[in-house]
């Protein structure tokens, strides 16, 4: 499989005129990490990322193609650490907002954001022993689900509590697009 990735997007990069010097993949648990080094890493991102979104979109439906998959394999595309570093600062606001929590008792609500950083923070407070007293959880819909954390033992029956929350405070997510 790793071959037809590195090849399949060796020729979108290509068609796409962005030159690239080295492609490598390598599998994070469930995750393929396909990592481009590219002279001109910036066209490969785009407007906030955009660009890349959208080369990973193609990649992950030409993989499929190919593979006659019923289902897209799970790639994130990343070019000079680009989505580390977004990885990075939501584990960190996701840590920040754990602290604030655990200081005030209160939930937070963070930012709208996609399902895969949705489920970094999911998987950044389920994994970490630090942070073992609270849970999250996804409210909303479409384009504005956000991820709320909460201490574990708060009521989750609360009838008073709204399905829509916004967020508490700025959380800095704003400009987070996989």
């Known amino acids: 499989m790793d071959k037809v990735i590195i090849d399949t997007l060796g020729q979108l990069l290509t068609f796409l005129q962005i030159p690239f010097t080295a492609i490598t993949v390598k599998q994070e648990g469930d995750i393929q990490r396909v990592d481009v080094v590219s002279p001109e890493a910036s066209r490969l991102i785009g407007w906030h990322g955009e660009t890349l979104n959208s080369v990973q979109h193609l990649l992950k439906s030409l993989i499929r193609s190919i593979q006659k998959t019923e289902r897209a394999p799970f ?104």
């Open 75 to 178: 790639l994130v595309v990343d070019v000079d650490g680009y989505r580390l570093m977004q990885e990075d600062k939501v584990k960190k606001i996701a840590e920040a907002k754990a602290d604030f929590v655990r200081r005030t008792g209160s939930r937070v609500t963070l930012s709208p954001m996609s399902p895969y950083f949705r489920r970094i923070v999911h998987m950044h407070i389920a994994s970490n022993p630090a942070l073992s007293d609270l849970a999250t959880e996804s409210m909303g819909e479409g384009d504005y689900r956000q991820v709320v954390i909460r201490l574990k033992e708060e009521t989750q029956g609360d009838e008073t509590v709204s399905e829509e929350l916004s967020p508490v405070m700025s959380d800095g997510l704003e400009n987070l697009d996989v």
